[in-house]
DNA sequence: ACGATGTATACTGTTAACAATTATCCCCCC
DNA sequence: GGGGGGATAATTGTTAACAGTATACATCGT
């Protein structure tokens, strides 16, 4: 996949996000454009417009003239108000889109499943959770909600943080079966009810 | 106000911004970094800075090697459920935080709201948009929901552009008075119902 | 006349040098 | 011995030159 050539911030922005998510950076560290863009052997730009990205994303705090800092994940109770915002927005968007939805888009939901059923396979925490967020993004592009994805992924952001499916990589996979089948098939209260089960 | 002399990005995107909420730049136009820098008299560095943010913000849909496009704004039924989510936002964090809230941040939110009373007296659409948004904001960082603030500041971008208030900036102002004498004085029940009447 | 191909151009992507700011540490003074 | 002040170092902010990519246009072949 992906034939074309990725824009080095793209890149950049990608492995740092990485990096965050398994835990290579505790939440309070300072992150010092050199040693990224040394470790990356790229100069300081690209890694300058990832921190301003993953900034807007939510992983990172700027303060300026000091740099960025890894943000502290949400405590539990922020946590689940942000999860029931990003369960209305899915709700919405799939409601609104789903029977009007692009037949390529389908294919492009499909292979997000199999690259998570990858992941899963190989038990790599990490690549599951970004795996598990590209399917239901793949979804919500399917139905027409690209105007909200950005506001919808830095939700995910700050609940990845605490990603916690630690061990059950089966059932995170049958879960995202559950949802895809329906899904293909404009079946949309089944479609809901699977997201519903598969977010908490 | 603000003797802290700003860094250029900002100065750059908050004007660039500005520039997006009077309609100077239709939607659906492509920006380009030389002529935005010309125009600022600063080199394509800060601009393309601004961008990556603006992008995060909602205002710019980035596209790769080939620049950024001013974004068109939300359909009438995304942006209802867009201001649903914003409203839940601000009823979650005032109620959470504010009776906790920093005697010093009552000050912050008096001053935003003079401010929003100085572009109301002055009739002038653009700096009452902004200067509301300003508002709302330190009520939120008054009650600690800096954790939300990005998350609801994307959302508010994509309502600004449909921002419709022309006309009757007394009552505008008056809202945000019925806001904040509440808020100053601990009444929760109040300020959430008048922040009720303001979102809308 | 029409389409494919190659070239020119205009833009973004990246880099490295320079400027400005902030943090650190040592010295001096009290 | 403890606290302020100033040189020094480290880091971010900004700039301008260079490289790469996509578009537009002209040219060529049919």
Not at 12 to 31: E, K, W, Y
Not at 80 to 96: A, G, K, N
Request: proline share 5%.
């Amino acid at each position: 996949m992906s034939l074309i050539p990725q824009t080095v911030r793209e890149q950049v922005t990608n492995q740092i996000r990485i990096d965050l998510l398994s835990g290579r950076f505790p939440a309070g560290t300072m992150l010092r454009e050199i040693e990224l863009a040394e470790r990356f052997g790229v100069s300081r730009g690209p890694v300058r417009d990832a921190f301003i990205q993953l900034s807007h994303e939510g992983y990172l705090a700027y303060q300026a003239n000091r740099g960025v800092m890894v943000r502290h994940p949400p405590d539990p109770k922020d946590r689940e108000f942000i999860t029931s915002l990003r369960l209305q927005i899915e709700t919405y968007v799939i409601e609104r889109g789903l029977t009007d939805k692009d037949p390529d888009s389908v294919q492009s939901v499909e292979v997000a499943l199999e690259r998570l059923k990858e992941a899963c396979d190989a038990a790599e925490p990490t690549q599951v959770a970004i795996r598990d967020i590209e399917f239901h993004q793949q979804i919500l592009l399917a139905c027409g909600g690209d105007d909200l994805v950005p506001t919808w992924r830095q939700l995910c952001s700050r609940m990845l943080l605490t990603y916690t499916r630690l061990g059950d990589y089966n059932q995170a996979y049958s879960e995202h079966v559950a949802i895809f089948e329906p899904f293909r098939d404009n079946d949309l209260k089944k479609t809901i009810a699977a997201v519903r089960a598969n977010i908490k």
